[in-house]
T-cell receptor
Framework: SQQGEEDPQALSIQEGENATMNCSYK?????LQWYRQNSGRGLVHLILIRSNEREKHSGRLRVTLDTSKKSSSLLITASRAADTASYFCATEAANAGGTSYGKLTFGQGTILTVHP | KAGVTQTPRYLIKTRGQQVTLSCSPI?????VSWYQQTPGQGLQFLFE???????NKGNFPGRFSGRQFSNSRSEMNVSTLELGDSALYLCASKLERWQLGTDTQYFGPGTRLTVL
């Protein structure tokens, strides 16, 4: 079963606009990662944020994490047509051993379409 | 460094057959995880291997199995294929450090399995 939910399920914007995607999850986590997937291909890692971090930036990407609300958001600024893809959040659950041994639990994803 | 590679990229099988998929992790990565992606269930964790040992397993029937070799390459096998096994199978590797398990998982391009 999926750990979390992503919102919105689909987002359509014009080039140059910002895109914001949200992710909610259910259990305590070690980290949360965002991935991009183009047309059923492999997943491309975008950014990892640890449970003790609140915000992280990478280029045009900004990720926030609110562990009290069990939610995260991904902001893509100044979007481009090449950003058109599905975006997934994935959580690594916290456990007593400190690692979930590779298990990532994914949301259902947000389909982003950026029109030129 | 070369990324995660998966072979074959595409497979067509018939019900009742078995299939073996292969994954070569990024050089130096010893943790390999497998995921199944379908339109209905999304991305689901199958299992994870580290140093030839399965450390974690998802909620899949025993027809799904895997193994890891001493060079960290991994294979997964699906026996007695069913139509519902049609999916994109993704492999991911990570460089596991012993602090908090916060390493990024890097995904391969996937193997598209079609069961007729």
């Amino acid at each position: 079963s999926q750990q979390g939910e992503e919102d919105p399920q689909a987002l359509s914007i014009q080039e140059g606009e910002n895109a914001t995607m949200n992710c909610s999850y259910k259990t305590s986590i070690n980290n949360l990662q965002w991935y991009r997937q183009n047309s059923g291909r492999g997943l491309v890692h975008l950014i990892l944020i640890r449970s003790n971090e609140r915000e992280k930036h990478s280029g045009r990407l900004r990720v926030t994490l609110d562990t009290s609300k069990k939610s995260s958001s991904l902001l893509i600024t100044a979007s481009r047509a090449a950003d058109t893809a599905s975006y997934f959040c994935a959580t690594e659950a916290a456990n007593a051993g400190g690692t979930s041994y590779g298990k990532l639990t994914f949301g259902q994803g947000t389909i982003l379409t950026v029109h030129p | 460094k070369a990324g995660v590679t998966q072979t074959p990229r595409y497979l067509i099988k018939t019900r009742g057959q078995q299939v073996t998929l292969s994954c070569s992790p990024i050089s130096g990565h010893r943790s390999v995880s497998w995921y199944q992606q379908t339109p209905g269930q999304g991305l689901q964790f199958l299992f994870e291997y580290f140093s030839e040992t399965q450390r974690n397993k998802g909620n899949f029937p025993g027809r799904f199995s895997g193994r890891q070799f001493s060079n960290s390459r991994s294979e997964m096998n699906v026996s007695t294929l069913e139509l519902g096994d049609s999916a994109l199978y993704l492999c991911a590797s990570k460089l596991e450090r012993w602090q908090l398990g916060t390493d990024t998982q890097y995904f391969g391009p996937g193997t598209r399995l079609t069961v007729l």
